[in-house]
């Protein structure tokens, strides 16, 4: 219920931020590709369910007049979105995962964020501007974005941190036109971790915002 409860809150209180005009990235650079029909599984993190109502956002889109992805549509619809999320993405370090028909952002926060900070550094803002266009262009789209850090400190001040960290990606992401009703912001503080903590490589990878895309469906 905790959750859900950050997760709306976050969801309502996303205003339009500031706009910047930076060309989108067009490095060149491979990710790798986890394609088949797996389940979203621990990358979703805990209670996604739960996250902002995501019946309530779906039945708000399809109100709307955002029509719903039915059978065969939906595999299309993600592997041209996914497509196009790798050719703005390429060289920013941002990864781009396919994990059956969801996709997976993930954002290390070396590039997003100074150490103890939910400032969005400015370098990272052409990122999110090629992430905007794409989501805009492919409106058909849940968004859950989630707040991750590696378990150094204290455990409360952490989730806090993973919260207001996503809450600024998701902010921006509105920013720049992105509808906020296509949204659910959640912080998972240091409970999802990637890589072992015993290490500073491996809280590095823990310090991240992972943002998920799922098809918008009738069901």
């Not at 996303?14 to 490095?27: E, R």
């Not at 797996?38 to 955002?66: M, Q």
């Not at 974005?145 to 378990?151: A, K, N, Q, Y």
């Not at 949204?183 to 915002?209: K, L, W, Y």
């Amino acid at each position: 219920m905790l959750k859900k409860s950050i997760a709306v809150a976050l969801v309502a209180g996303l205003t339009a931020g500031c706009v910047t005009s930076t060309d989108p990235y067009t490095g060149q650079q491979k990710i790798s590709n986890t394609a088949g029909g797996a389940a979203l599984g621990a990358l979703a993190g805990a209670g996604v369910g739960l996250l902002a109502g995501g019946d309530d956002r779906r039945n708000a889109l399809i109100g709307a007049g955002i029509g719903a992805l039915a059978g065969g549509a939906v595999g299309s619809y993600m592997d041209q979105q996914e497509a196009q999320l790798r050719g703005q993405l390429q060289g920013t370090g941002v990864s781009v995962t396919r994990q059956g028909d969801y996709i997976i952002l993930n954002m290390p926060s070396n590039i997003t964020f100074a150490t103890d900070s939910s400032t969005i550094q400015p370098a990272f803002y052409g990122t999110l501007n090629s992430v905007a266009l794409v989501l805009q262009k492919y409106n058909r789209t849940l968004v859950d974005v989630f707040g991750h850090t590696d378990s150094t400190g204290n455990d409360n001040y952490n989730l806090q941190l993973s919260q207001r960290r996503a809450g600024a990606v998701a902010n921006y992401l509105t920013g720049q036109g992105v509808n906020g009703q296509r949204f659910a912001v959640i912080g998972e503080g240091e409970t999802q971790p990637i890589a072992s903590n015993a290490t500073p490589e491996g809280r590095a990878q823990n310090r991240r915002v992972e943002i998920r895309l799922s098809p918008l469906t009738g069901a």
